[in-house]
């Protein structure tokens, strides 16, 4: 089961990236071209969220039954153990949340321009946030 969740987590930690970064993007190009918000930009933002938060879910439920997870806690003095078990999932929450932000932001306004940019501020700095504590040496 642990395997499992790890390889499902891993492999879908590829799908939130893209569909966070295509979310982005779109904003940024919605935003440039001044053209309205449709269904379309909303459902592309939507599955990014979706997607970041079922990555959490999958994650945290592998913190809690990872060895490694768990181990890392008495091992806080070497870095990679630390990424593990506080870094990556302090700041990996600390983006979903910016996330959410963003998402819940955009739906209060009406504007176009303010919704392209909520989504492009808020999921912009999540993916920069999850970007700069992936662990890399365990993806290559």
Known sequence: ???FIQKFHSGWAYLALL????AVVNSLMG???????????????????????????????????????????????DANFRLTAIEHPF?????????????????????SKAKFKSIAIFYGLGLLFILSRIPWNLWF
């Open 19 to 22: 569909l966070l970064v295509v």
């Open 31 to 77: 935003m440039s071209s001044k053209r309205e918000f449709t269904s379309k930009d909303r459902k592309i933002a939507m599955f990014a969220l979706i997607a970041t938060h079922i990555q959490l879910v999958v994650g945290l439920i592998l913190y809690f039954v990872s060895p490694l997870g768990k181990a890392a806690l008495d091992l806080i003095k």
């Open 1 to 3: 089961m642990y395997t």
């Open 91 to 111: 700041v990996n929450i600390l983006a979903i949340i910016l996330i959410t932000i963003g998402w819940s932001r955009h739906k209060r306004t009406t504007e």
